[in-house]
């Protein structure tokens, strides 16, 4: 990316691909707003990052949260990346409690810094990129309502995109559904969970998805649509790269 960002905020910072999203950022001089609620997370980052990083240990799902970090930083780009880890159990083992998990995470941050972004506004050619899931597309039976919540979040961007055009604001909204990965936190714990489904251990089903989708390959793919103004709406990420979807 040529011509970086002034600032970002990337929420679920801390760990897997918010983390490296950040780091990708802040390597093309990009001022990074990482928001997570494990602050000893968010600390070992900005040790890493140094001075570009900002740590904000808070719960992203916050509307007023939103309004504030939009209000003190004005990003250019916002990634919204946090996300719960899904309870991993067919249907009927599944409360009400585990199987909306991710709804009340995953799919009201998104709605809720989508919103923000929205009304305060951010300024024209601004960016918002949301991460759903490769679940979407077919589906996750262990792991509750994660699939449903992550189709959501696709919704949400084709909404705010519309609502930005009518507008006139300028504002790009881009959704990103990454494949089933080992290699982040909430992947980990699904493959572990559809091992044990397939009788088989983890090593050999994770043998069976390589290539594996990497958190680097994620930032990767996020500096791209977010570099790209011509850029489709929605992408499936794989270790082979992006692939733009209907």
Not at 57 to 64: H, Q, V
């Amino acid at each position: 990316m040529s011509d970086p960002f002034q600032t970002a905020v990337v929420t679920g910072a801390g760990r897997g691909f918010g983390r490296a999203i950040a780091a990708a950022l802040v390597t093309t001089g990009t001022g990074v707003v990482g928001i997570a609620r494990d602050e000893q997370n968010l600390l070992a980052v900005r040790d890493e990052l140094g001075a570009g990083f900002t740590p904000v240990a808070a719960d992203a799902t916050g509307e007023a949260l939103a309004h504030d970090v939009i209000r003190e930083h004005r990003p250019s780009l916002l990634v919204l990346n946090a996300g719960a880890t899904p309870h991993m159990a067919p249907v009927h083992e599944q409360t009400w409690e585990t199987f909306s998990r991710n709804w009340h995470a995953d799919t009201r941050h998104v709605f809720a810094w989508t919103r923000a972004a929205l009304r305060e506004p951010l300024a024209p050619g601004s960016v918002v990129v949301a991460m759903s899931s490769g679940a979407v597309l077919g589906g996750s039976p262990l792991s509750g309502g994660y699939a449903s919540a992550k189709a959501a979040i696709r919704y949400i961007r084709g909404y705010a995109a519309d609502e930005s055009k009518r507008a006139g604001l300028g504002i790009r909204f881009v959704t990103l559904l990454p494949q089933l990965t080992p290699a982040g936190g909430v992947g980990s714990v699904g493959v572990a969970g559809y091992a044990a489904r397939q009788g088989v251990d983890r090593d050999t089903f994770v043998e069976g998805m390589q290539p594996i989708l990497t958190p680097e390959q994620v930032a990767k793919a996020v500096m791209e649509v977010a570099a790209d103004p011509g850029s489709a709406p929605k992408y499936q990420v794989s270790a082979a790269g992006l692939n733009a979807i209907s």
